[in-house]
């Protein structure tokens, strides 16, 4: 197995810092009220998510299939914002028939018709997990929080770990920069985190561990597929909107995979969570 080439060590580390800090910034408020006032949050990211992937898969795209997709979304988001989980079904199923309508006089199908679950269940999940009780000790507010610390923690580790130790790649016909050290060293890194606010949370520590590891999982995956997407255009990031990550999808691809895992393992999970 070839090594990565050597690489600068945490290049562009502090404009990764400094975008993370005004993401968090923007986020926080939104996320401890829940309710309408994060589904509102959601839909501005998701809407930029949405914008990114169109414009990434369908270059000569005409302003009506930007709108059916945003338009698609918003509803569904604002069928999940009131948890009903059939209106968001039933939106999604529409804007997916409308779309491919829509996108068969060009071609490419196939991307319209991944693209809009890809982006609108996820999105739809993290408001439907977020719930509408107000304040950090919510079972939405822990739930979430869990989940997104994790995504980042196995980013971070991933990151520092790659660059320190590089090595064999992960994926080189994906992504030639990810390294099976900066895996496993994500992994690592996100199962101490999850043990740590497992811990503050009231869980269990095997617990923890055993939603962690499928979500970090889950968020490789994300990245990888993401990657194999870019790679089959021909692009390198799907945008320039954040200094040091590219386009918003660039940044988030990893959460939209997991947070549909941890959704599911917290459904298998019932009544165990310990915060209510």
Same mark, same amino acid.
């Given at each position: 197995?070839?090594?990565?080439?050597?690489?600068?060590? %945490?290049?562009?580390?502090?404009?990764?810092?400094?975008?993370? +800090?005004? @993401?968090?910034?923007?986020?926080?408020?939104?996320?401890?009220?829940?309710?309408? !006032?994060?589904?509102? #949050?959601?839909?501005?990211?998701?809407?930029?998510? $949405?914008?990114? %992937? *169109?414009? $990434?898969?369908?270059?000569?795209?005409?302003?009506?299939?930007?709108?059916?997709?945003?338009?698609?979304?918003? &509803?569904?988001?604002?069928?999940?914002?009131?948890?009903? !989980? =059939?209106?968001?079904?039933?939106?999604?199923?529409? &804007?997916?028939?409308?779309?491919?309508?829509?996108?068969?006089?060009?071609?490419? *199908?196939? %991307?319209?018709? !991944?693209?809009?679950?890809?982006?609108? !269940?996820?999105?739809?999940?993290?408001?439907? +997990?977020?719930?509408?009780? /107000?304040?950090?000790?919510?079972?939405?507010?822990?739930? *979430?929080?869990? @989940? =997104?610390? *994790? /995504?980042?923690?196995?980013?971070?580790?991933?990151?520092?770990?790659?660059?320190?130790?590089?090595?064999?790649?992960?994926?080189?016909? #994906?992504?030639?920069?990810?390294?099976?050290?900066?895996?496993?060293?994500?992994?690592?890194?996100?199962?101490?985190?999850?043990?740590?606010?497992?811990? +503050?949370?009231?869980?269990?520590?095997?617990?923890?561990?055993?939603?962690? /590891?499928?979500?970090?999982?889950?968020?490789?995956?994300?990245? #990888?597929?993401?990657?194999?997407?870019?790679?089959?255009?021909?692009?390198?990031?799907?945008?320039?909107?954040?200094?040091?990550?590219?386009?918003?999808?660039?940044?988030?691809?990893? #959460?939209?995979?997991?947070?549909?895992?941890?959704?599911?393992?917290? $459904?298998? +999970?019932?009544?165990? %969570?310990?915060?209510?």
């Amino acid at each position: 197995m070839d090594a990565a080439p050597a690489s600068p060590r %945490w290049k562009g580390l502090k404009s990764r810092l400094t975008t993370g +800090l005004i @993401v968090s910034a923007i986020c926080i408020p939104p996320f401890y009220f829940g309710g309408y !006032i994060w589904a509102l #949050l959601v839909a501005v990211f998701a809407g930029r998510l $949405m914008f990114e %992937w *169109v414009r $990434m898969t369908d270059p000569d795209a005409p302003h009506l299939a930007y709108g059916i997709a945003i338009a698609g979304l918003l &509803v569904a988001l604002a069928y999940a914002s009131q948890h009903l !989980i =059939v209106g968001v079904i039933l939106a999604l199923l529409i &804007v997916i028939v409308v779309g491919v309508i829509e996108r068969m006089r060009r071609g490419g *199908v196939f %991307w319209t018709t !991944i693209g809009l679950p890809y982006i609108i !269940i996820p999105s739809a999940i993290i408001v439907l +997990l977020r719930g509408n009780d /107000v304040g950090f000790a919510t079972q939405g507010f822990s739930q *979430v929080l869990f @989940v =997104v610390l *994790v /995504v980042i923690a196995a980013d971070v580790g991933a990151y520092f770990g790659g660059s320190t130790l590089g090595g064999p790649r992960l994926a080189p016909k #994906l992504s030639p920069k990810k390294t099976w050290s900066g895996a496993i060293s994500g992994l690592v890194f996100a199962c101490i985190v999850a043990l740590l606010t497992g811990f +503050l949370m009231g869980l269990d520590p095997l617990l923890s561990l055993f939603l962690a /590891v499928p979500i970090v999982i889950l968020s490789v995956l994300g990245d #990888l597929g993401e990657s194999m997407v870019k790679r089959r255009i021909g692009i390198k990031d799907t945008g320039a909107l954040l200094p040091g990550h590219g386009g918003l999808l660039d940044r988030l691809d990893s #959460l939209l995979f997991a947070v549909v895992g941890a959704a599911v393992l917290f $459904m298998l +999970l019932g009544d165990g %969570w310990p915060i209510a």
